[in-house]
């Protein structure tokens, strides 16, 4: 930014209109009486992050108010698990595009170690989220308590501690794990969309930090975490939901795969028990898109030797 620019902040605690770099929050200048202390042409361009949101009428609004003469949107996962088309926003100009493949074989991402775990059959059932309707406190039980934290320990993490998340089927489900792990000596807490930010940051902060009497081992939770959060400590990321989106399932990856000082590797422990979507899993992790059943299999059965990097894939062999 040459020159005598000036920069200013539009938010809830700030009101600047009139720099030439203005940073606003979507939500303040999605406001009517907001949008309109500005002309539709007052930008030349606007860059949107988060741009894979822009389907929400509040993003809309601020589309269809403003005439800038260039629209940049900036996302980690522009395909969305509706049917809004971000490309098609943007007129499918792609100014620049990295993949997950492509970042591992540039090493701008830490490793990853994947193990796709069967979860804990009961009576001949597996425990999974459909069991769990009919019957919750398998889901809960202290049998798959139990049966979790052997995998847990077993496959470990990288650092001098686990700094852990886990995404679970339910609010109701993430909050009695977090009970039953807490009874078996953990710390740890569940948060969920009600929870307000404030409490998040804490929670977070709990999580990466070292030195806190308070610290936290894991937090449980469902989606709120799938995108947009950076805790780069995070080196266990443990997984007891079905996998029903291979992009889900590479937002949920990536809350771990930032890099941190002492985390050599994060590790990714899926207990799958969804098998009618199991084929989802190595797609999402190939970014073949081609929904062809051999290239699936050879994923499956040669997983390590596919995937760029120091990344290794492994799933057991009822899983597989």
């Known amino acids: 930014f040459g020159g005598a620019k000036s920069f200013g902040v539009l938010s809830g605690n700030s009101k600047s209109y009139d720099a030439n770099y203005l940073f606003s929050t979507m939500q303040m200048m999605a406001k009517p009486e907001i949008l309109s202390k500005f002309q539709k042409d007052e930008f030349s361009f606007i860059v949107i992050d988060e741009a894979h949101r822009i389907g929400a009428v509040s993003y809309q609004n601020i589309m269809d108010y403003f005439t800038p003469k260039l629209w940049l949107g900036m996302t980690a996962s522009p395909e969305r698990t509706d049917s809004f088309d971000v490309f098609q926003a943007f007129n499918h100009n792609i100014a620049c595009e990295i993949r997950l493949q492509q970042a591992m074989e540039e090493d701008l991402l830490c490793p990853f170690h994947y193990f796709g775990i069967t979860d804990l059959q009961i009576n001949g059932e597996t425990v999974d989220e459909e069991t769990g309707f009919r019957d919750f406190n398998r889901l809960t039980s202290d049998e798959r308590v139990k049966y979790i934290i052997e995998k847990v320990e077993y496959y470990g993490y990288s650092g001098e501690r686990v700094k852990g998340l886990v995404f679970c089927s339910s609010k109701k489900e993430a909050i009695a794990l977090s009970a039953k792990f ?26 990466a930090t070292d030195d806190s009497a308070d610290k936290l081992d894991y937090i449980f939770t469902v989606d709120i975490f799938n995108e947009g959060v950076d805790i780069p400590e995070i080196n266990q990321i443990i997984m007891l939901r079905p996998t029903k989106s291979p992009i889900v399932f590479v937002q949920q990856l990536g809350r771990g795969l930032r890099k941190s000082e002492g985390k050599e590797y994060v ?23 081609s929904y062809n059943k051999d290239n699936i299999r050879r994923y499956v059965l040669e997983g390590e030797r596919i995937i760029p990097g120091a990344s290794t894939i492994h799933f057991d062999e009822i899983s597989k």
């Open 267 to 289: 590790i990714i422990l899926d207990f799958i028990g969804n098998y009618k979507n199991n084929f989802m899993i190595p797609i999402a992790l190939s970014g073949d898109r």
């Open 182 to 207: 807490n009874e078996c000596g953990y710390q740890t807490l569940a948060l969920t969309g009600q929870d307000s930010q404030e409490k998040r940051e804490n929670a977070i902060d709990r999580l």
